[in-house]
């Protein structure tokens, strides 16, 4: 299968942006699931909490430093949370910790429970108002009080104070990334201010870091909300449940605490606190947490619920059937969690840029400073002066920050929609899609197909054994043909050996002395069986858009069985819809040609293909890839496997609670609706589209400063807040994304 995490090598040193926002972590590639923390590997493992981590260079840094220790066998890092879990023995963690912080981060370790809170804190907030009060200070003496000495040294005083408040984790971040040869936002910020404040701009300095420090914490909490937007679905899931107790009676207890197996009772118009299995009551039950289905589902016994959903009508009781971290929607959100890891091709490109604009950008700053005064009379303060400001400039912050946010939107957005994308490149890619590949059953269908007619072909055996056969093998099997068929015999099964199941064409077992087949059209062909007056009799269930499933021994057929299934509604709507947006759509079933061609043709879609087996939906898959180019298979993630592997994306559907689904596929739709299909595509297309827009952004501005530097009169406030107002300004389009509102469909 294809991998959630990005193969792309580790971004280089020099294009480090440095800055406390969103640039989207890099997903580890130890860990590719997207599974709960329990699931890291062993029990000898840590969580830190690494406040100042907020940028996947430093990020690469720390990886950097910390591969190759003894001891060390996994790393996982969550910028958004900015926490770093090390699998590892005990004193390998504790070089580990001793490495991070030589690196110039604090690094402590926190409690498995324990939550996070966002670096940008009141502590911090507080330090930026007084450096920024103490710059203003500064500022006011330089520009109002006399020009004495001890006025003088008031002021520098006050600067200092200021750098020394907003700066000091700039100052030690940027020494480390010096000392180690690479030049980030922090090493660039650092010299430029030190510098400043040597030639005798010290008011300017301060004022510079202050709004530095506050500019980074806007910045934060702004980025924080993409980051945290699908974290919000958590809070849907009620902390508490009521339980019965062994004598009856209820209690309510700490939904985390809950077992597997408890029975839970959910009131009217409560939030149901865990994923379970109805056990007695019935109700109306609002998915859209998990499934984005705007119309409550019916529920009754034996019916699954999820965590976060909203009990509208009735009593429901369950039996709880995952733990709290291990719900459906927790699993969605690590997964979405993961998803921001990985690298878009966008995010990709920008690295590279900025790889070479970063180096590129200072070594002109140094040819200003010593070229300006040789080349245009600029004086040695002057030009000095100019090269600072280029310092300034060459942070490729906003740059670096365009394509994180807006992809980390994107995902969040389609999460809300039931659209869980396992990847910034899916999300990205799926604006190329040329085709759509489409299962029949239960994806273009409704899945639930009943039995429309009944033929016993052989008088050697009585109808009723006949009946029972069919009814017994049929009822071993769970392909939803034969459950259609057991379900509307509803007679009583008689013990079966030497089950075999023959994918992609039915299953084989011995019942009372015989060797029973129960199977398709082609397994019978296979075995020789078919003759002229079963072909005709296939014919009239096949033409008129049945499935047949025949019942044979070894030398003769016993029965046909005719099943029927219906289109979904939302079905015809996607494939309209697909076709609006230029999308071709071909069907890929194992049922018959004639079957395969009567669903097509009611829905729409432009080729069917049938009489499939799943190495040939594969080689149909690289059929179209050769013809249209990128092209997307949509099956249930299990059967469908190869072709859902082999596809550029592979999209699973009606997925809520499966674990198995939401590991195969690169898209997950977790209800049934194929409309979700070209609501991804536009979002991929709308994604695209801001993803450029502020990378224009970006540079537009950059390059406007940059002439102002070099030939006007651009300062170092200039600098700052062309820097930061652009990284504010990507930021705030790549939350359009988010703000986009999913068209309101009914089933």
């Not at 537009?700 to 940059?706: D, N, P």
Request: with cysteine; proline share 4%.
């Amino acid at each position: 299968m294809k991998q959630i995490n990005d193969p792309s090598p580790p971004v280089d040193a020099g294009q480090h942006c440095g800055c406390k926002t969103g640039c989207a972590s890099k997903a580890t590639s130890e860990i590719a699931s997207a599974t709960s923390r329990e699931s890291v590997a062993d029990t000898n493992w840590g969580i830190f909490r690494i406040p100042a981590m907020d940028c996947p260079n430093e990020e690469n840094d720390i990886r950097k430093a910390l591969t190759g220790i003894e001891g060390i066998r996994s790393l996982r890092f969550e910028l958004s949370s900015r926490t770093l879990t090390i699998d590892g023995e005990q004193s390998a963690q504790e070089i580990a910790l001793q490495v991070v912080r030589q690196l110039g981060f604090e690094a402590q370790p926190i409690e498995h429970e324990q939550k996070t809170e966002s670096p940008s804190g009141l502590g911090e907030i507080s330090k930026a108002l007084i450096a920024l009060a103490l710059a203003i200070g500064a500022e006011a003496l330089d520009f109002f009080a006399p020009d004495t000495l001890l006025l003088k040294g008031l002021g520098m005083a006050l600067a200092a104070a200021a750098i020394a408040f907003s700066g000091f984790s700039t100052y030690r971040k940027g020494l480390s990334a010096l000392r180690r040869g690479q030049l980030n936002m922090n090493a660039l910020m650092g010299v430029a201010v030190t510098g400043a404040f040597l030639i005798g701009q010290w008011p300017e300095a301060a004022m510079v870091m202050a709004l530095y420090a506050i500019a980074e914490l806007i910045e934060a909490r702004s980025v924080d909300r993409a980051r945290n937007a699908i974290k919000g679905l958590l809070a849907l899931a009620p902390e508490t449940a009521e339980i019965r107790q062994g004598d009856g009676g209820w209690r309510e207890t700490p939904a985390d605490k809950v077992v597997i197996g408890a029975q839970v009772r959910v009131k009217p118009g409560a939030r149901i606190p865990l994923d379970g299995r109805v056990t007695a009551g019935s109700s109306a039950v609002n998915q859209a947490p998990v499934t984005g289905e705007s119309i409550p589902v019916d529920k009754t016994t034996g019916d699954p619920v999820f965590a976060g959903t909203i009990n509208e009508t009735g009593m429901l009781e369950f039996e709880v059937t995952a733990a709290a971290n291990n719900t459906t929607l927790a699993r969605i959100i690590h997964a979405v969690e993961a998803a921001q890891g990985t690298r878009a091709p966008t995010q990709r490109f920008v690295d590279r840029f900025a790889a070479i604009y970063t180096p590129a950008i200072f070594a002109i700053a140094v040819a200003v400073a010593i070229g300006g005064p040789w080349l245009f009379d600029w004086m040695w303060t002057q030009a000095l002066y100019k090269a600072l400001v280029l310092l300034v400039i060459a942070c490729p912050c906003a740059l670096v920050i365009a394509t994180p946010v807006t992809v980390v939107s994107g995902l969040a957005a389609a999460a809300r929609r039931g659209i869980l994308i396992k990847g910034g490149v899916y999300l990205e890619e799926a604006r190329k899609l040329r085709v759509i590949a489409l299962d029949k059953t239960g994806t273009i269908t409704e899945g639930k197909p009943r039995l429309v007619a009944t033929e016993v072909l052989s008088a050697a055996e009585p109808e009723s054994r006949i009946l029972s056969w069919a009814a017994s093998l049929a009822g071993h099997s769970d392909h939803p043909v034969s459950k259609a068929i057991a379900t509307s015999l509803n007679l009583p099964e008689n013990g079966l050996t030497d089950f075999t199941a023959l994918p992609g064409r039915g299953i084989e077992a011995r019942l009372d002395g015989h060797t029973l087949i129960l199977g398709n059209h082609r397994l019978i062909e296979d075995r020789g069986l078919c003759s002229p007056e079963i072909e005709a009799r296939l014919a009239v269930h096949e033409n008129q858009g049945r499935t047949a499933t025949l019942l044979a021994t070894e030398g003769r057929v016993l029965a046909i069985f005719a099943v029927a299934d219906t289109i979904k509604e939302s079905s015809r709507e996607a494939i309209t819809d697909l076709h609006r947006l230029g999308v071709t759509s071909v069907m890929l079933t194992g049922d018959n040609v004639a079957t395969a061609t009567s669903i097509a043709r009611q829905a729409g879609i432009d080729d069917a293909r049938g009489n499939l087996l799943p190495e040939e939906k594969l080689a149909a898959i690289e059929e179209l890839q050769g013809r249209y180019g990128p092209t997307a298979m949509t099956g249930d993630g299990i059967n469908d496997a190869p072709a859902l592997a082999r596809a550029d994306i592979g999209v699973a559907m009606g997925a809520a609670g499966t674990d198995t689904a939401m590991e195969a596929a690169d898209v997950v739709i977790m209800n049934d609706d194929l409309r979700r299909i070209p609501e991804t595509i536009r979002l991929s297309r709308q994604t695209h589209a801001v993803l450029w827009q502020n990378i224009a952004l970006a540079l537009g501005i950059k390059v406007v400063f940059l002439g102002l530097a070099v030939f006007g009169n651009a300062t170092m406030w200039m600098a700052v807040f062309a820097d930061m107002g652009a990284s504010l300004l990507v930021v705030a389009n790549g939350l359009r994304t988010l703000r986009t509102s999913a068209p309101q469909t009914r089933d």
